[in-house]
């Protein structure tokens, strides 16, 4: 019993952490980008980063290594589903702003100036992301609740 409450607490505080993160990082790409507003987007997105790791990984025990209602349960909800497909936009979102924010870690790192342009756009995948993430949240309560669309 004690396990599977704190998978879904760490579960549940990685939905919160990654919320905040992609908000915030979503606010600072769209703010000025000196060097106070990269070191508010690379904080942000580290601590998406973690929280996505942390969500994702909590998650699968959850699901499929027999903590919860079973694999099988899971497989077979739509709302699990709809959230699975969500996690997946999410996620193909998210590699172009990962790969274009490790390369700005890496030329500044080089002392390399960065080309900035790509920032807005990447701001309203992040916006879009948190759209998302909501929307998994009502697809895990309706989950939870046994309800069916």
């Known amino acids: 019993m004690y396990v599977r409450w704190l998978f879904a607490a760490l579960h549940l505080l990685a939905l919160g952490i990654g919320l905040g993160a992609i908000w915030t990082r979503g606010r600072a790409l769209g703010g000025e980008l000196d060097n106070d507003g990269l070191r508010r987007v690379f904080l942000a997105d580290g601590f998406w980063g973690f929280a996505a790791l942390l969500w994702i990984s909590t998650g699968l025990v959850r699901a499929f290594a027999g903590l919860e209602k079973g694999t099988d349960y ?30 700005w870690r890496v030329k500044l790192g080089r002392g390399e100036m960065l080309d900035t342009d790509a920032a807005p756009t990447m701001a309203r995948i992040s916006q879009a992301q948190v759209v998302l993430v909501v929307l998994m949240v009502f697809a895990a309560t309706a989950m939870a609740r046994g309800i069916l669309f």
Do not use: D, Q, S
Request: no cysteine; glycine share 4%.
């Open 74 to 103: 899971y497989l077979n909800n739509t709302m699990f589903i709809i959230k699975m497909a969500l996690l997946g936009i999410i996620l193909i979102l998210e590699i172009w702003p990962m790969v274009t924010l490790i390369r």
